[in-house]
């Protein structure tokens, strides 16, 4: 599986900013695709997931009620709307895929989130 992030950029705080992830390879239902990200200094950490089957979502607690991620199964592809955005939310985000129970073992490239205050 091969995945490439879009749609980072340098936004103002307040701001909005998609991201979109297209994967290679077919999705199972089992599939789970999540989105990291990881800011300078700091580990990586969670943003949300979805499960490719039943679109069951689950959020981090500081993104919770601003994200938004989403699946295209058509394009096999996975979004996060990201709302309200604050410079704590700048970081490099990461894509990922955890084929069925196991942990996340594919991973894009990043794409740089930046907001500024």
């Known amino acids: 599986v091969q995945l490439q992030a879009s749609g980072g950029g340098l936004v103002q705080a307040g701001a909005s900013l998609r991201l979109s992830c297209a994967a290679s390879?077919?999705?199972?239902?089992?599939?789970?695709m999540g989105w990291f990200r990881q800011a300078p200094g700091k580990e990586r950490e969670f943003v949300a997931h979805?499960?490719?089957?039943?679109?069951?979502?689950a959020y981090s607690d500081s993104v919770k009620g601003r994200f938004t991620i989403s699946r295209d199964r058509a394009a096999n592809a996975v979004s996060l709307q990201m709302n309200s955005l604050k410079p704590e939310d700048t970081a490099v985000y990461y894509c990922?895929?955890?084929?069925?129970?196991?942990?996340?073992?594919?991973w894009g490239q990043g794409t740089q989130v930046t907001v500024s205050s």
């Open positions: 990922a895929v955890a084929p069925g129970s196991s942990s996340y073992r594919y």
């Open positions: 979805i499960r490719w089957g039943y679109g069951t979502t």
């Open positions: 390879g077919r999705m199972l239902s089992s599939t789970t």
